[in-house]
């Protein structure tokens, strides 16, 4: 089996391991990018971000699940236009002629009554009175649903395959226990150190929102879900490792269908690209490859259920650095 040496620090890793990645939409501007589309989305606590390819100069919709007591603030107040609110619905006008200049932020915050899940019949007018389109924006919604427990294990993974296939950047792994869904992120490796992204697996905490997650010893199952069809498929790590307190497990490889984990390595160069961390990697034919982000003066390892009968050439030789195997 390949062997994937990995050199992290571990302050890095454990800040990685612990954060908490907030996917909710909090600024107008983060909405999506379009040359056609207008955009509005509501937040948890009632507020009413917009992106507009035109200015605006009044509005309505209703809002989904939730009655509204008042509407107030936001540009709509800063640009002179008068909001108003019946039931479920929102209406903004200016007696004035006044207008939000095209762009994004938040148009209006409101005061509500009830679960509101999103916004509907949107109707929003430039200033002839002709209606500009616009859309209700959902948010990313991840794949995987689960509570944040303050028990976790991190399971890394070097590849991640669908078939024959590295899954994509917009693909997700996910953890189970059980039938339980304990963990999940999206597979982007750019935004992983080292390029080795983790999936972190949730324990039992003792708290209602965790029971049925994770126990000492329990097996930790995958799946992957590829975005480009939204199907979801079971996925095999190269190495079953039981679930405990904090561990960080580090495995070569979580495949999902007909493909398999031992495509080789054949020269440092392919290696992750990073600005901090050092790679070592063992080949089938006993090369060790590299790749580092600094010169290297000396160097030493252990070669796992092997022993070592000697070493020689490669960059170490060429360098003048002498080699030693005991072992």
Same mark, same amino acid.
């Given at each position: 089996?390949?062997?994937?040496?990995?050199?992290?620090?571990?302050?890095?890793?454990?800040?990685?391991?612990?954060?908490?990645?907030?996917?909710?939409?909090?600024?107008?501007?983060?909405?999506?990018?379009?040359?056609?589309?207008?955009?509005?989305?509501?937040?948890?606590?009632?507020?009413?971000?917009?992106?507009?390819?035109?200015?605006?100069?009044?509005?309505?919709?209703?809002?989904?699940?939730?009655?509204?007591?008042?509407?107030?603030?936001?540009?709509?107040?800063?640009?002179? =236009?008068? !909001?108003?609110?019946? @039931?479920?619905?929102?209406?903004?006008? &200016?007696? /004035?002629? +006044? #207008?939000?200049?095209?762009?994004?932020?938040?148009?209006?915050?409101?005061? =509500?009554? !009830?679960?509101?899940? @999103?916004?509907?019949?949107?109707?929003? &007018?430039? /200033?002839? +009175? #002709?209606?500009?389109?616009?859309?209700?924006?959902?948010?990313?919604?991840?794949?995987?649903?689960?509570?944040?427990?303050?028990?976790?294990?991190?399971?890394?993974?070097?590849?991640?395959?669908?078939?024959?296939?590295?899954?994509?950047?917009?693909?997700?792994?996910?953890?189970?226990?059980?039938?339980?869904?304990?963990?999940?992120?999206?597979?982007?490796?750019?935004?992983?150190?080292?390029?080795?992204?983790?999936?972190?697996?949730?324990?039992?905490?003792?708290?209602?929102?965790?029971?049925?997650?994770?126990?000492?010893?329990?097996?930790?199952?995958?799946?992957?879900?590829?975005?480009?069809?939204?199907?979801?498929?079971?996925?095999?790590?190269?190495?079953?490792?039981?679930?405990?307190?904090?561990?960080?497990?580090?495995?070569?490889?979580?495949?999902?269908?007909?493909?398999?984990?031992?495509?080789?390595?054949?020269?440092?160069?392919?290696?992750?690209?990073?600005?901090?961390?050092?790679?070592?990697?063992?080949?089938?034919?006993?090369?060790?490859?590299?790749?580092?982000?600094?010169?290297?003066?000396?160097?030493?390892?252990?070669?796992?259920?092997?022993?070592?009968?000697?070493?020689?050439?490669?960059?170490?030789?060429?360098?003048?650095?002498?080699?030693?195997?005991?072992?």
């Amino acid at each position: 089996m390949n062997k994937l040496v990995t050199l992290f620090l571990f302050l890095f890793i454990f800040c990685q391991l612990f954060a908490n990645n907030n996917r909710d939409i909090t600024d107008g501007c983060d909405l999506p990018e379009s040359e056609t589309t207008s955009y509005l989305h509501l937040t948890s606590d009632g507020s009413v971000l917009y992106k507009s390819l035109y200015d605006i100069s009044g509005f309505q919709f209703d809002v989904d699940g939730a009655t509204v007591n008042s509407a107030s603030g936001g540009d709509m107040e800063a640009n002179g =236009l008068i !909001g108003n609110s019946l @039931g479920s619905t929102v209406l903004a006008f &200016s007696m /004035a002629g +006044g #207008s939000i200049p095209a762009g994004c932020g938040t148009l209006v915050n409101l005061s =509500l009554s !009830g679960e509101a899940t @999103g916004l509907s019949n949107i109707i929003v &007018s430039d /200033a002839f +009175g #002709s209606q500009i389109y616009f859309e209700y924006y959902e948010g990313e919604v991840d794949p995987f649903e689960f509570a944040q427990s303050s028990q976790q294990a991190a399971y890394f993974f070097t590849n991640v395959r669908i078939d024959d296939q590295s899954v994509e950047s917009d693909d997700w792994v996910g953890a189970f226990c059980g039938e339980n869904c304990v963990g999940g992120r999206q597979w982007d490796t750019s935004m992983c150190g080292g390029g080795v992204c983790e999936v972190i697996a949730m324990g039992d905490d003792g708290n209602d929102y965790s029971e049925g997650y994770c126990s000492i010893g329990d097996a930790v199952t995958f799946k992957i879900y590829d975005s480009s069809d939204g199907i979801y498929h079971d996925a095999t790590p190269s190495e079953d490792i039981p679930w405990s307190v904090n561990a960080l497990n580090f495995i070569d490889c979580l495949i999902a269908g007909d493909g398999n984990c031992e495509t080789e390595l054949t020269d440092g160069c392919d290696l992750p690209d990073s600005d901090e961390t050092g790679y070592l990697h063992l080949t089938s034919d006993g090369a060790v490859l590299y790749k580092s982000p600094e010169a290297i003066a000396g160097w030493q390892f252990n070669v796992e259920g092997s022993t070592v009968n000697s070493a020689s050439g490669g960059d170490t030789q060429a360098a003048g650095l002498i080699i030693n195997a005991m072992g």
